[in-house]
């Protein structure tokens, strides 16, 4: 096995039966026919239920809504891009020249798939209970540490409320670029609010989900005091 991929076993604390399993996750599909999406596609629904199994422990007194809301920003692909970075999955992807010219092995979308891909992997490999723990190991302690009202609202729910709250127009959500094929296209969605002079951009694998993301890096803004008058929350 390729020493970077036993590397890659012990961050994941998990051993494969079958290596090749974790080489493809790790294949993008501009490198060949041999690629991670069936096991993106696989990893995304192992991923949904061990985090849903999670929080039904971990919130015993909330309802489904809440849940819910927790969950979409748990799994989103922020938070799946920054676990890529953190277990080390830019310098593993296997990408065409043109793409790793194109800064694929850094791109959001790409490397919160792949994270899918390796969880589908372990899914694979080892059942349920090794994917299961995987997912308790990478978000557990954020799981644990978390309130249900952090989480009350979504991005666009939260700025546009915000906005109104101080008679400001709400935000202009528009598509700046798509990329990829018909069947896994990844949108690129700028976020502006004019009379803040304020635009964030955000990426997804569906048009709603990219400006979700737009607008949680907007929010991020405003938070930071990036703003006239002041911080989001002061």
Known sequence: MDPRLRT????????????????R???????????????EFLGDAVLALAVSALLFERFAGSDEGDLTRIRAHL??????????????????LRLSEGEQRGG???????????LEAVIGAV??????????????RLLGELIESTEVQ???????????EWLQARRIAVPAYRIVATRGQAHAQTFEVECAVATLGLAARGE????????QEAARRLLDQL????????????
Request: net charge neutral.
């Open 8 to 23: 890659l076993e012990q961050r994941l604390a998990h051993r494969f039966d079958e290596p090749g399993l974790l080489a």
């Open 204 to 211: 997804g694998r569906s048009r709603r989900a990219a400006e």
């Open 150 to 160: 952090g989480w009350s609202k979504d991005a666009k729910t939260e700025l546009q």
């Open 75 to 92: 799994v989103r692909e922020d938070s799946l891009h920054r676990l890529a970075l953190q277990l080390g999955l830019p310098e593993m």
């Open 25 to 39: 996750a790790l294949t993008h599909r501009s490198a060949g026919p041999e690629h991670n999406e069936r096991l």
């Open 123 to 136: 899914f694979l490999d080892g059942g349920y209970a090794a994917a299961h723990a995987l997912v308790q």
């Open 223 to 234: 938070e930071a005091g990036d703003r006239p008058g002041g911080p989001l929350r002061s």
């Open 104 to 114: 694929g092995a850094q791109r959001p979308s790409i490397l919160a798939d792949a």
